[in-house]
């Protein structure tokens, strides 16, 4: 493992020798950063601009000290801890601009908003936010293993998409989806998000099924939401979604849900995927329009929930 430290006072290439140095305003010459390696921006490293112009890696990034700005052309890959910088700036980018963390990391903003794709890609690991973030958009794109992010909130301002077919994303935290965007993902058996929150002025698009292997709590507080084509797979946990219309639904497995508010749908509601009872509390589970309705069902599905037409 090793020390890099931005040195370049003007615009610079992440992959240039001329950028990189071993000590803080030490001389140039170091060896581009590797995934051995801890990257430092701090206030030697001027106020230029950071052109991370190759998909590029590291071992953990700061840029607490930064007043530069960064111009992601392409993708910075971090193998551990991601720290901003509240006096950093972003460029507009033409390319790929994606920050990703790729392995047990602690996430911290310092209060700066990341205008572009963040994105998981990792094996099994454990995700801390040390505050609160901001994205454009967020992908979870998992490889091998299941990922677990705890501790406050991220606010996403267009997108939200789980890639991998398989993997779950639980933990405590908080998923606000506050913009305009798409919430997509190609579930089988993975779940996108365990604590999920609809607030926003704009149209929230949810395609392809959307669903979970754990509880969920999702919450509907404003928004535009449109569910047309999309299946909500239902497991287990609390919704309270009064205001959103969803298109099919399916209730799986025997874990309990509990609907804070009328949960309302205007496809079909497919009963339990096995032959055992499942206890669905709360409020009413109502069906709208001229189509659609109540087929499938296998077992017993019981509880103090009424099924209205």
Do not use: C
């Amino acid at each position: 493992m090793a020390l890099r430290f931005w040195v370049s006072a003007g615009t610079g290439d992440y992959n240039s020798t001329t950028n990189w140095s071993a000590s803080s305003g030490g001389a140039s010459g170091a060896s581009v950063p590797t995934t051995a390696d801890d990257v430092t921006w701090d206030a030697n490293s001027g106020a230029g601009t950071v052109a991370v112009n190759v998909s590029s890696v590291a071992k953990s990034v700061n840029f607490t000290n930064f007043t530069g700005t960064v111009d992601f052309k392409n993708t910075l890959s971090v193998a551990g801890n991601i720290t901003l910088g509240l006096g950093m700036s972003f460029a507009n980018s033409t390319g790929t601009p994606v920050l990703r963390v790729t392995a047990t990391a602690t996430l911290t903003s310092n209060g700066a908003i990341f205008p572009y794709t963040f994105s998981f890609l990792t094996a099994t690991a454990t995700i801390t936010l040390a505050d609160n973030w901001e994205v454009n958009d967020l992908t979870h794109d998992l490889s091998t293993g299941n990922i677990i992010t705890n501790g406050n909130t991220f606010f996403i301002n267009g997108n939200l998409t789980n890639i991998n077919t398989v993997r779950s994303i639980s933990g405590t935290t908080v998923y606000v989806m506050q913009g305009t965007g798409t919430l997509s993902s190609n579930f089988t058996t993975g779940n996108i998000v365990t604590n999920l929150v609809f607030n926003t002025i704009g149209t929230i698009t949810i395609t392809g099924t959307i669903g979970h292997t754990t509880t969920i709590t999702w919450t509907y507080t404003s928004g535009t939401i449109i569910t047309t084509g999309s299946t909500f797979n239902l497991n287990g946990g609390t919704l309270n979604l009064d205001g959103m219309v969803w298109n099919n639904v399916t209730y799986q497995s025997t874990q309990n849900i509990t609907h804070l508010s009328d949960f309302v749908y205007e496809g079909l509601l497919y009963g339990l995927t096995s032959s055992s009872s499942k206890i669905v509390n709360g409020f009413s589970i109502r069906h709208i329009g001229l189509s659609g309705g109540i087929t499938n069902l296998i077992g017993n599905a019981g509880g103090s929930t009424g099924l209205q037409g």
